[in-house]
């Protein structure tokens, strides 16, 4: 089942997840719609507050990327109760974009490289470094989790420019090609 996709300026974007126990939730069910979602519409990560369940979980699917990010092509994965452990000091630049942010998009510095703690749908744990683009994928996705958005990371004078772009969106003055909630 597709699912609506939350926009920027609900507040379940905002709020700080609760950790996901074993047999709350019907992951089977929920995993497959949110990898549905994310294909429908063209993305490569969706986390649970964009769907407005506030918990932490998070997909990740690389096989868009394939022709820019070789590497992300069988990156397919659900990441429950993720803790990020280590960042590099080494920083990367990339121009990220968000499914809940339609039509914005902007360069972030993070860390190159991090490891993640992070069980599996049967509630085991993995512990998984990842570096370059992977590594920025799960740190978007991480950060929907703790109730941050791409944009709060940007320079000042780059938040000024989206600003209204920001304010449109919360508005509801938004055209996307996929199905959303405003
Ligand atoms: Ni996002």
């Known amino acids: 089942m597709i699912l609506p996709i939350y ?3 609900k507040a379940e974007l905002r709020k700080p997840t609760e950790p996901v126990s074993e047999g709350e939730l019907n992951l089977s069910e ?3 719609n949110m990898f549905e979602t994310l294909t429908v519409a063209e993305g490569c990560g969706l986390a649970a ?3 407005g369940l506030s918990k932490r979980i998070f997909v990740v699917d690389g096989s868009e990327l394939g022709d820019d990010y070789p590497e992300c092509k069988d990156f397919k ?3 429950i109760n993720p803790e990020i452990i280590e960042e590099s000091d080494e920083k990367a630049t990339y121009s990220e974009g968000c499914l809940s942010l339609p ?3 902007e360069n972030v510095v993070r860390p190159k490289t991090i490891t993640i703690r992070y069980q599996d749908t049967d509630f ?3 512990e998984d470094t990842y570096t370059d683009f992977k590594a920025r994928i799960v740190q978007h996705e991480y950060d929907h989790l703790e109730g941050h958005v791409f944009t709060d ?3 000042p004078i780059r938040k000024q420019f989206v600003k209204s772009k920001l304010a449109a969106i919360a508005k509801g003055k938004t055209v996307s090609r996929y199905k959303y909630k405003k």
């Open 124 to 126: 085991n744990w993995h």
């Open 103 to 105: 039509g914005i998009s």
């Open 7 to 9: 926009l920027y300026g």
């Open 77 to 79: 994965q659900v990441f």
């Open 49 to 51: 507050p964009q769907i």
């Open 30 to 32: 929920l995993t497959d």
């Open 153 to 155: 990371r940007i320079s």
